[in-house]
Structure formats: C-alpha cells, structure tokens
C-alpha cells in the first residue's frame, strides 16, 4: 500500500454519463497528479495540483474537469467521454512539486480502470 | 520534445540471472530520472530517483545508472527473483514535463 487510494477500482460509463473518480493520500503531500495509461502508450500527465492549485493543465479536453478541494483529495469529473477515453487512470502524489516537476518521489494509486462504451 | 526508449520491450530470464534494462532519452536536459514498477492492474511503485547531479543510486538489489551526456539509464537487478516479474518504467523529467517510456516487461522463470 503506497498511501494513495483511488476509488472506484473500475468504472464502465456510456458516452452521455457523468461520473468521477477520487484520489486521496494522507502522506502530509503537497502535490498530486493525474495520469491516463493507454495500452501501448507511455503515461500522459494530464493536471498538476500543488498546494490545491492546478499548476499545469496538459492540453487536456475540457470533457475532464480536476478538483482539488484540500491537499489530501483529487477528483477528476468525467462527461460525454469518447470511447478512446478508456485507459487505466492514474493518481499520484509528491512532498513537493516545481513546476511540473516532482522535487521528490512520486506516490502512486493504484489506479481505476475506465471503459466507455 | 522529449522522447524516452525502452528497450527490451519484453525480457524473460531464468531464476538467478543479473539482467539489465534500459531507457534512452533525446534531451539531456533533465532534471530527474525515476525507475518504477508495475504489476498487472495495479499502479507504479517508485524504485530508484536519481536527480541530474547523480551518477548512480542503489536500493538492495537494484542499481540504477546516469549517463546524461549520452541520453542513458540503465536499472540493473542482481540475482534476478521471480517476485521482480512486473513492466518496469523510466521516467524523465525534462522543461515542466514528465515523460515515460513504454516500459519492459519482465519476467522472471523459476
């Protein structure tokens, strides 16, 4: 156990549903981060949040929407997602963040798994 | 843009063996490079961070490399153990972006 839980574990959503998915660590961690992992794909960094500001958005489609209330909680709302959507999903989280870059090493959940039919 | 290589994609050895594993990057100017760990359908477990002003870090029985020059990451694993079958992933942090490589999945043979 890494300290970062991700729930839920799996999510199977229509391409009109609204869902979101949940990260939180309880690491005393400053930053934390979305991935997507595609099949055969290295891992895309999607947001960036230190401090509960978003630090970087990765040119990612406004379908995803973060949210980070506090510095232990990281939601990412889903809508109207495409079928190349589907991909395991990765939250992550560091001491302290510059930039986009991890000052330390990152903690990662273990991940919910998306497919959108 | 950075781009990071891994290869082999997949390796399989037997029980025992010292094997290496490496990741290659186009811009040599980075400011970390990590090594993680991935079990099927689970997430990453960082192994080794070395920052851009280290040569080499060592954790038990892995030992990764730097050689920013050359744009090259080696993770070495002594005494290969079925237990160390999972994908292992580099991953650069360059600019103010993290990039990955593919990963090399290993396995392990009792």
């Known amino acids: 156990e890494t300290g970062v839980t991700q729930t839920p574990r799996h999510l199977v959503m229509g391409m009109t549903n609204k869902k979101s998915l949940k990260c939180e660590q309880h690491?005393?961690?400053?930053?934390m981060y979305w991935y997507k992992q595609s099949a055969k794909k290295p891992l895309e960094l999607m947001f960036v949040?230190?401090?509960?500001?978003?630090?970087e958005n990765n040119s990612v489609p406004s379908r995803f929407s973060p949210e980070c209330p506090n510095s232990s909680h990281l939601f990412l709302h889903l809508h109207t997602l495409q079928p190349e959507d589907s991909a395991l999903y990765l939250c992550?989280?560091?001491?302290?963040?510059?930039?986009?870059?991890?000052?330390?090493?990152?903690?990662f959940g273990a991940g919910t798994r998306l497919s959108v039919l | 843009k950075q781009e990071v290589t891994q290869i082999p994609a997949a390796l399989s050895v037997p029980e025992g063996e010292n094997l290496v594993l490496n990741c290659s990057f186009t811009?040599?100017?980075?400011?970390?490079l990590q090594w993680f760990r991935q079990d099927p359908g689970k997430g990453l477990t960082s192994l080794l961070l070395?920052?851009?002003?280290?040569r080499e870090q060592t954790s038990g029985r892995l030992n990764a490399s730097l050689d920013k020059s050359s744009g090259r990451s080696t993770l070495y694993i002594a005494a290969s153990q079925p237990g160390d079958s999972a994908t292992y992933l580099c991953?650069?942090?360059?600019?103010?972006?993290?990039?990955f490589g593919t990963g090399t999945s290993l396995t392990v043979i009792p």
């Open positions: 992550a989280s560091s001491q302290d963040v510059i930039g986009l870059l991890a000052k330390n090493i990152q903690y």
């Open positions: 690491l005393g961690h400053n930053a």
């Open positions: 949040y230190s401090l509960e500001e978003r630090v």
């Open positions: 811009d040599s100017a980075i400011y970390n």
């Open positions: 070395i920052q851009s002003s280290q």
């Open positions: 991953a650069v942090a360059t600019g103010n972006q993290f990039y």
